[in-house]
Each structure stands twice: as structure tokens, then as C-alpha cells.
């Protein structure tokens, strides 16, 4: 009975809600062109609950600086837009990366799950499109690998 309790337990705190959306695009050889603004089109069925939004950059350890400046294009339903400025927290002041390394063999990868909008509800049911741009004072950012952006129901 104790084993059966403790299966159930591990299987529970295991399982969590799958992403609402979730998707990512690799920036070519390695450096984000200015040029190059991913985008990233989901559907929003539940206009009650709580989301939150996250962007997800996976970079190396060649990435010239600790922070990520992105300009996010939000385009809803009806022709509804907003356009915001964000700033992707990359390592600490002493230069550790945040986030997670990628193993063993590729060590020197990292991935950054950054909070964009917490606890967000979407007026209104239907397609939305976000387009990513990135905002730092250089053409050509290397050291970034890829990126993407996650939708999940809040657990507020």
C-alpha cells in the first residue's frame, strides 16, 4: 500500500499541464541577423483563465553579453496590436549564465525561459502573432542558437 502511495505521488508531482503553445526557430549559423524577426502564430480557444507567456532563447557560451534587448510585436484578433520592449536577463553580474546547460556533451549551451507577461488573459479567442526582433546594438548577435516563445495556463 506505502509503494502504491508513493508511485502515485511521483506520478502526480511528474505530470504537469502540457503548454498551451510552444514552439522554436534555430537563427541561422549561429548569429541573429537583424534582418530575421521569427514569428510565431497560436490559437486562443479560453479567454477566462489566466497565461502565462514566456520567450525561450537557447544560446552558447560565445554570446557577447549578459542580457538580450527584444522588441515583441503582438498582433490579436480584430487587428489588435501591441508592441513592447524586453529585456531577456541572460547571466548574473559576475557573468554565470541563467538557465539551464544542455547536458553533458553540449555543456556549453544554454537555455533561458523568460517570463514576458505573468498571469495574462487574451480578450479574445482566435489567432494570435507574435513577432520577435532583436534590439541590441549590432547587426549580426552571435552566439545565439535559437528561439521561441511558450504559452502556458497560469498556475495563479
Known sequence: MTVF???????LTGCSEPPVFQADVPVAEGAWDRAFK???TFNITDTVSKHDVF?????????????LFLFVDLKGPGGRTARDTVECLLADPTGKWFGKGQGFIFADRYQAHVLYKL?????????YTVTLEQAMRTEKLSGVLDVGMSVMRSKQ
Open 5 to 11: 502511495v508513493a508511485l502515485a505521488l511521483v506520478l
Open 38 to 40: 521569427p514569428t510565431f
Open 55 to 67: 520567450i525561450d532563447v537557447r544560446h552558447n557560451g560565445d554570446y557577447p553579453f549578459s542580457d
Open 119 to 127: 498571469g495574462n488573459r487574451f480578450p479574445s479567442s482566435g489567432e
